[in-house]
């Protein structure tokens, strides 16, 4: 298990070619067979979020794969902001 806490810390870096390939390595485990089981976790604020997953701005994608490895590999699950004890309003969030 790999647990990306504030997931942006790791691909979000002073050299964008740095959190690339960190990003690029995370790809790469995930898709070896030989070395799963694996779970990645990684959790964000929506602004981050959006930051590494939406579209490009401008001339370059410096967040290419960054944004393939938390889209394509896996799910997405918004935890509300505050927990609410009426088991209806969990399951709402997901």
């Known amino acids: 298990m790999v647990w990306l806490n504030e997931v942006q810390h790791y691909l979000v870096t002073m050299d964008p070619t740095l959190g690339e390939r960190v990003a690029a390595g995370l790809r790469e485990l995930l898709r070896l067979p030989d070395r799963g089981p694996v779970l990645l976790l990684a959790t964000a604020h929506p602004e981050d979020w959006n930051r590494l ?5 401008g001339t370059g994608d410096n967040h290419s794969q960054a944004r393939a490895l938390l889209t394509r590999a896996g799910s997405f699950t918004r935890i509300p902001d505050t927990f609410i004890c009426d088991p209806q309003h969990l399951l709402q969030a997901t």
């Open 53 to 57: 997953t939406g579209a490009p701005h």
